[in-house]
């Protein structure tokens, strides 16, 4: 059982890498559509906990999955400066342009 539900996880943070290396440059997706990506829709939460702990030389560009709202995480200050860098659009608030830059899949 135990065996069973760690394997569960493991491809659930393994999809959640893949869909996350998939993101292109210049887009975004919120944690909820990574989640539901990942098969598990009601687990954007986990999606920030899993991304939060990607080891630095997986190159994984974790800046690119924000809220729902287009908000940036608070513990994560280079995020606003990658996602410029990446071409992304702000809006006046500070907050990503989700019409234009969510990445429609």
Avoid at 19 to 48: D, F, K, M, N, W
Avoid at 89 to 103: P, T
């Amino acid at each position: 059982m135990k065996d069973a539900k760690a394997d569960k996880r493991r491809e659930f943070v393994e999809a959640v890498y893949d869909i996350v290396r998939q993101i292109p440059t210049g887009r975004v997706l919120t944690y909820g559509q990574v989640a539901t990506l990942a098969g598990c829709p009601h687990h954007a939460r986990q999606v920030g906990f899993w991304l939060s702990r990607v080891p630095e030389d997986m190159h994984l560009p974790c800046h690119r999955v924000i809220n729902s709202a287009g908000r940036l995480s608070p513990v994560f200050p280079e995020q606003r400066e990658r996602l410029v860098q990446d071409g992304v659009l702000f809006k006046s608030n500070g907050c990503v342009d989700m019409n234009r830059c969510q990445w429609k899949l």
